[in-house]
């Protein structure tokens, strides 16, 4: 597989449920990233991590609890979400490090995992 | 303030026209902008990135930046119905983040 891989593509759960979101990249990058795309919103980062280390925590809620074993995998593991929490969930990744030219913060964007919290 | 902001759109040409998205940003310091187009139900994918002040074209795209305005711009020359899509501007917050503006969406009319 190539590019940034994210599954499931749709999950269904309610408010008491645990469970966890999955990214894998096959790109080579070092950075990898958790945005939140919610209908009529911009993109809200997050979390970040440069290196499997985290550089970015957004103000995220607690019931959203993000691993990165290491640079090529990001979890983002669900617990006692809300119903406000249904979004799309977008993990991309990026090569870091090569200043403010040319190619740094360039997103390569997963497909999403569509979240609905009944 | 908001980092960055778009004109909201919706945006609707008829094929053929020059369809014009503009993006403001508020930090001076940012150096590169990007522009990322999402189709309906897909994720976004980087189609221009630009860091001079003036134009860069690629292909029907033309990305231009003013810096001393805090504004960039995209236009889309000749469009086609498979450019209609959600336009995402953006601009670096930091170290390795990126902050996105609410999208323009773009509907070309066959």
Known sequence: ETGVTQTPRHLVMGMTNKKSLKCEQHLGHNAMYWYKQSAKKPLEL???????????NNSVPSRFSPECPNSSHLFLHLHTLQ?????LYLCASSLT???TKGGANVLTFGAGSRLTVL | ?????QNSGPLSVPEGAIASLNCTYSDRGSQSFFWYRQYSG???ELIMFIYSNGDKEDGRFTAQLNKASQYVSLLIRDSQPSDSATYL????AGDYKLSFGAGTTVTVRA
């Open chain 1, 46 to 56: 997050m979390f970040v991590y440069n290196f499997k280390e985290q550089t970015e």
């Open chain 1, 83 to 87: 119903p406000e929490d249904s979004a």
């Open chain 1, 97 to 99: 490090g090569q200043g």
């Open chain 2, 1 to 5: 303030q908001k980092e960055v902001e």
């Open chain 2, 42 to 44: 897909k994720s976004p």
């Open chain 2, 89 to 92: 501007c953006a601009a670096p």
